[in-house]
């Protein structure tokens, strides 16, 4: 399992890099994010609740059904929604209330 870094999506806020537990994201010249060395990727998917641009992408493993699966989040004031997109092209929404995430 890894994440995989859309330059073309990334707005270089450093977001990503602050979180990453592994230190594993860097900033190239022009200031977006990139991942060196993906397979050291821990799969915690810290920076991609930090990204608010859409910009990472995390690749689900074949070993949990993954075949191709991605994962990407989208935010909207206290609400996180994990949009699990299938090789198939279907989407599927999975929202949280970070307000209430953590309540119990």
Known sequence: MSIKIDAKKCVGCG???DVCP???????????????????????????????????????GADIGGKGTTLYTKR????????????????EVITVNQQESNKY
Do not use: M, N
Request: net charge positive.
């Open 76 to 91: 909207e004031k206290h609400f996180l929604h994990w949009h699990i997109e299938k090789a198939i092209g279907e989407v």
């Open 22 to 60: 592994g230190s594993l994201l860097y900033k190239d010249d022009s200031g977006k994010a990139y991942i060196r060395y993906p397979r050291d990727c821990w799969g915690c998917t810290a920076c991609l609740k930090e990204c608010q641009a859409g910009a990472i992408r995390y690749y689900l």
């Open 15 to 17: 977001k990503c890099l």
